[in-house]
């Protein structure tokens, strides 16, 4: 889920935030921002809103607003995370430039007590388990 304030804010657009199926951009009435986002739609979006399973964090879990990096230069930054007991592993969400956001990539991620792997998803992971 999206939060408002960590997701979704000022800095950002509802297109790069992957809302863009509940924005009407072709609707007759106006709304505030219309022609922003028609303009940011035209023009190409430059990072979007994607999702990362980290590797390697036993000790500390990611909280938003760490460092993701690729070959020692900053690509992104998190927004939110914590620990995925779904996935069994630590998860985040983060803004990528468009390149990066290909399920499989790898990235690193900067946290508290050191530089861990992470792997981009363009979806939330989801374990579906059968039930009898």
């Known amino acids: 889920m999206r939060g408002w304030g960590r997701e979704m804010t000022k800095d950002g657009n509802a297109l790069e935030a992957g ?3 509940f924005v009407k951009l072709n609707k007759a009435g106006d709304f505030i921002g219309k022609t922003a986002l028609q303009e940011i739609k035209s023009a ?13 964090t036993d000790e500390v879990d ?3 607003d760490e460092t993701v990096l690729l070959n020692d230069e900053v690509v992104g930054n998190t927004t939110s995370g914590c620990y995925g007991w779904q996935v069994g592993s630590s998860i985040a969400m983060a803004y990528l430039p468009l390149n990066l956001v290909n399920n499989g990539q790898t990235v690193q991620v900067q946290l508290l007590n ?6 981009v998803n363009k979806a ?6 059968t039930r009898r």
């Open 44 to 56: 190409g979006l430059k990072r979007k809103l994607c999702f990362l399973t980290l590797h390697g």
């Open 19 to 21: 809302l863009g199926m």
């Open 62 to 64: 990611p909280e938003g």
């Open 124 to 129: 939330p992971w989801v374990k579906h388990e």
């Open 114 to 119: 050191g530089v861990f792997d992470a792997t």
